[in-house]
C-alpha cells in the first residue's frame, strides 16, 4: 500500500471517529428557560404574519428570543414561508381567526368556520396547527369559549399591550412596551406595524438588559403554574371570575 493511500486512510479514519460526536454537539438540545425561577416576558404579534414578518425573525434569531403569533388564515395563506420559518424557530403559533371578525358579533358556525380555516392554512403551511386561539379584539363570550373547547384551545388573551396600532411611533411603542413588561406578563404587539419591528432590536436589547428571558406563552404559563383547560381564558377578564 502506498504512502499516499495510507494518508488517506488515516485522514479518513479519523473524520469517521469525529464526525457522530461533532455532530451530536452541534444537534445538542437547547436548556429550557425555567420561568419558575427567572424572569420571564412573552411577546406576542397579532393579525399576522405581516409584510415586515421576516425582519421581525432576523432579530429574534439575532438576540436568541423566542415569541408567539398569533396568526389571521389570511395571511397564513398568501406568506406561508414566514409561517414555516416561525416553527423552524422554535416560536409558537396562535390561531387569530382568519377574516379577524368580532367573534361574539357572527353566528356560531361562523366562528367555527374561521378558527378550522386557519387551522388548516396554518397546517398546510408548517405542518403543525396552532394549540392556542386568541380571538380578534380580545373578545370573548362563552359562545367563543364552546366554540375553543370544541378545537381543543384554551384562549389567550393579553396583560398589556404597546398599542403601537394606535400610535405607529417607535419611540413610544419602546416606552410602552417596556412599562407593560413585568416577570410572567404577556405582551401584545402587531409585526404589521414598521415601528414596531424596527424598535424591536431595541426593546429586546432593553429587556435583556432588565434580565429578562423572552420566551413563548406556554412557557410563561408553565413557569406560573397555569394549567388550562380547552376554553379556559387568560389573563380571566373582569367579570368571568364566578362563570
Not at 406576542?44 to 421576516?54: E, I, L, N, V, W
Amino acid at each position: 500500500m502506498s504512502r499516499h493511500i495510507s494518508s488517506l486512510l488515516a485522514i479518513t479514519a479519523v473524520c469517521v471517529t469525529l464526525t457522530p460526536t461533532s455532530a451530536l454537539a452541534a444537534q445538542a438540545p437547547k436548556k429550557e428557560v425555567d420561568c419558575s425561577q427567572v424572569k420571564c416576558v412573552a411577546l406576542t404579534f397579532d393579525d399576522g404574519p405581516g409584510k415586515y414578518a421576516g425582519k421581525l425573525l432576523d432579530t429574534l434569531k439575532k438576540y436568541d428570543a423566542k415569541a408567539t403569533f398569533f396568526l389571521e388564515g389570511q395571511y397564513v395563506k398568501s406568506r406561508p414561508s414566514y409561517v414555516k420559518r416561525m416553527v423552524a424557530e422554535g416560536h409558537e403559533l396562535g390561531n387569530h381567526s382568519y377574516t379577524h371578525p368580532d367573534f361574539r358579533k357572527v353566528e356560531k358556525w361562523d366562528v367555527r368556520a374561521e378558527i378550522k380555516k386557519t387551522q388548516e392554512a396554518v397546517k398546510k403551511a408548517a405542518g403543525v396547527e396552532p394549540k392556542l386561539l386568541r380571538p380578534p379584539y380580545g373578545m370573548v363570550d362563552l359562545q367563543v369559549s364552546d366554540v375553543a373547547t370544541e378545537f381543543g384551545m384554551p384562549i389567550i388573551l393579553w396583560t398589556g399591550g404597546n398599542e403601537d396600532w394606535s400610535s405607529k411611533n417607535a419611540t413610544a411603542i419602546k416606552k410602552k412596551s417596556m412599562e407593560v413588561a413585568k416577570p410572567g406578563s404577556i405582551v401584545l404587539m402587531h409585526d404589521w406595524v414598521k415601528q414596531t419591528v424596527d424598535s424591536m432590536p431595541s426593546i429586546v436589547k432593553s429587556l435583556k438588559r432588565k434580565g429578562y428571558h423572552l420566551v413563548t406563552v406556554s412557557e410563561v404559563l408553565k413557569g406560573q403554574d397555569v394549567k388550562l383547560e380547552p376554553g379556559d381564558v387568560y389573563p380571566v377578564p373582569a367579570g368571568w371570575e364566578n362563570k
